[in-house]
């Protein structure tokens, strides 16, 4: 018989009451009013399972992506006439952006494009890309296998919490980027087309520490047909976040 012992029980117990109350408030996130806007996730939150799991996605997308829409949207308050231009217009000339506002825009800026781009290109099946991201990435990066391997390097050598992206120019050329905080290629004029969150509240709960296992397994999840549509989009100049 396997005995358990008083605090073993308690701890349990307490550990259940956190999942049931993060599990039953979390809906209740929502953005604040103002011009930007936290689009509901584009499949059901339990959709890149066994990979990204449920209460990961719920969490990071109505606590996590809400509290920067929030802070853009508090900001817009007192700011109207600059929040009234795009995302992307904001975060590609941070300095433009009057000084006092500038780390907002950087960080609640940034995190707004960084997430908003990360849940349209999940939801898939993973896959070797097909199209014309498969052509550049063959040209630009060496191959899919080659990319691949090295977007996980720079993955798991962020030091911190930051994001990795395949990144485009107005041309249509791909790079691998790297960036620490919630910083976006935009702000160096590139346009990310996919990249991956490696900040810990995006894979914690499922793969703790192991950063690197979370990277192989989160190419299950890429959706190519929304990366491609990106890549059309950033070579037609129509790309905006």
Known sequence: MIKVDR????????????????????????????????????????????????????????RHHALFVNNLNGAAKDNAELFKKPIQELIGNLNSVPENLRTLVRNSGGGHANHTMFWQIMGGSGGEPSGAIADAIKSDLGGFEKMQGDFNARGVAVFGSGWVFVASDKGGKLSLVSKGGQDNPLMDGLMPIFGNDVWEHAYYLKYQNRRADYLKSWWNVVDWAKVNERYAAAKSGKFTI
């Open 7 to 62: 605090r073993t029980l308690m701890v349990g117990a307490a550990a259940v009451g956190v999942y049931a109350t993060v599990k039953s408030t979390y809906v209740s996130a929502q953005a604040a009013a103002g011009p930007f806007t936290l689009a509901p996730l584009p499949y059901a939150p339990n959709k890149n399972e066994p990979h990204i799991d449920t209460m990961t996605m719920e969490i990071h997308h109505g």
